[in-house]
T-cell receptor, first 115, second 114 residues
């Protein structure tokens, strides 16, 4: 079974609008971490936001917030006030603490921000 | 402080050859991971090293190998290259246990096999 599922291969959003990128995960562990990375066309992976499995509040980092629903095993990324520079691939990832911090990545969502 | 450095950034090889890629982690990071990224398969985990020991290995054939040196620098080697090995190879380092433990990625080594 896939550990991380991103069901949106591509998305469009109008500049200045908010967008939600979906991510569901699968683990039987109690302790894990959830991450979102951005990969512009240049190729470098940029860390955006982190949510720990024991964190009760949703993580926020500037215009990024993570909508964490533990019971549903979802960790959606919300980008507010989209900018043209947000156009990139976005990857959801999970780290299993018991497995020596092995990371699993989703297949990614290509976000295009329209002017 | 300096980020993760990967060399070379681009390389072209022919089938049957072998290649060695290098990765210098962020100073103080003892964990180094390698990923293969292709358009069809996304990011696939290759292996992870911590203090010169391989702790995790992905589902890749034995042609893919790696090692880590005492200064935490890491190399990965692919022998008997195949066309399907063409990919972006990403190295990432982690502080392990400090902060959130996120991976810090290098810019990658783009390998083309002809």
């Amino acid at each position: 079974a896939q550990k991380i599922t991103q069901t949106q291969p591509g998305m469009f959003v109008q500049e200045k609008e908010a967008v939600t990128l979906d991510c569901t995960y699968d683990t039987s562990d109690q302790s894990y971490g959830l991450f979102w990375y951005k990969q512009p066309s240049s190729g470098e992976m940029i860390f955006l936001i982190y949510q720990g499995s024991y964190d009760e509040q949703n993580a926020t980092e500037g215009r990024y917030s993570l909508n964490f629903q533990k019971a549903r095993k979802s960790a959606n990324l919300v980008i507010s006030a989209s900018q043209l520079g947000d156009s990139a691939m976005y990857f959801c990832a999970m780290r299993e603490v018991r497995n020596f911090n092995k990371f699993y990545f989703g297949s990614g969502t290509k976000l295009n921000v329209k002017p | 402080k300096a980020g993760v450095t990967q060399t070379p950034r681009y390389l072209i090889k022919t089938r049957g050859q072998q290649v060695t890629l290098s990765c210098s982690p962020i100073s103080g990071h003892r964990s180094v991971s390698w990923y293969q990224q292709t358009p069809g398969q996304g990011l696939q985990f290759l292996f992870e090293y911590f203090s010169e020991t391989q702790r995790n290995k992905g589902n890749f054939p034995g042609r893919f190998s790696g090692r880590q040196f005492s200064n935490s620098r890491s190399e990965m080697n692919v022998s008997t290259l195949e066309l399907g090995d063409s990919a972006l190879y990403l190295c990432a380092s982690s502080s392990q246990g400090y902060g959130t433990g996120e991976l810090f990625f290098g810019e990658g080594s783009r390998l083309t096999v002809l």
